[in-house]
T-cell receptor, first 113, second 113 residues
Framework: AQSVTQPDIHITVSEGASLELRCNYSYGATPYLFWYVQSPGQGLQLLLKYFSGDTLVQGIKGFEAEFKRSQSSFNLRKPSVHWSDAAEYFCVSASGGSYIPTFGRGTSLIVHP | KAGVTQTPRYLIKTRGQQVTLSCSPISGHRSVSWYQQTPGQGLQFLFEYFSETQRNKGNFPGRFSGRQFSNSRSEMNVSTLELGDSALYLC????????????FGSGTRLTVV
């Protein structure tokens, strides 16, 4: 069965600092990978997705993610965090043959002024 | 274009009652999925409908059911409500399924008292 691990429950950064949120997936083949962001009391918004090809993926709001097959990782990065980035971030995988996504438990990002 | 619309936004029900939640997907999207989100369990997949057929089902009791209409609008129903059903219920639509990425609605906050 697929699994997605986000090892950090909370991350605190200062505004303007760089950010990296970690994600590891467990699946035999290369899955479809996504990062979503959720603001309090709201639904999830798709930041970026990886299917194949270039392992560095650009998303919205200045986010990017890098797929590393050797490490089974899909880490999310942003060079300079803004206070409005404070939210919950979810890493998600889906396999080619399944229509059921697997969600990580989420990482809560706290941004200090 | 319009996003995913969920109604109602908030709902308070009494234990033992039943509830129906509604979801209108993005025009052209044929896949609609439902999720339950709680602080303790995170995001849990309920079921997915594609072209009016339930294609996948999560591990929830039979009290949770759903359906999809010919215009892709979907409803989920929970009968005999329990206190533990209090959660944010999220609907998500996609062109074909998880591999394409989802667009989420803002959710329905259900409180069972």
């Amino acid at each position: 069965a697929q699994s997605v691990t986000q090892p950090d429950i909370h991350i605190t950064v200062s505004e303007g600092a760089s950010l990296e949120l970690r994600c590891n997936y467990s699946y035999g083949a290369t899955p479809y990978l996504f990062w979503y962001v959720q603001s309090p009391g709201q639904g999830l918004q798709l930041l970026l997705k990886y299917f194949s090809g270039d392992t560095l993926v650009q998303g919205i709001k200045g986010f990017e993610a890098e797929f590393k097959r050797s490490q089974s990782s899909f880490n999310l990065r942003k060079p300079s965090v803004h206070w409005s980035d404070a939210a919950e971030y979810f890493c998600v995988s889906a396999s080619g043959g399944s229509y059921i996504p697997t969600f990580g438990r989420g990482t809560s990002l706290i941004v200090h002024p | 274009k319009a996003g995913v619309t969920q109604t109602p936004r908030y709902l308070i029900k009494t234990r033992g009652q039943q509830v129906t939640l509604s979801c209108s997907p993005i025009s052209g999207h044929r896949s609609v999925s439902w999720y339950q989100q709680t602080p303790g369990q995170g995001l849990q997949f309920l079921f997915e409908y594609f072209s009016e057929t339930q294609r996948n089902k999560g591990n929830f009791p039979g009290r949770f059911s759903g359906r999809q209409f010919s215009n892709s609008r979907s409803e989920m129903n929970v009968s005999t409500l329990e206190l533990g059903d209090s959660a944010l219920y999220l609907c998500a639509s996609s062109l074909e399924g998880a591999n394409y990425g989802y667009t989420f609605g803002s959710g329905t906050r259900l409180t069972v008292v």
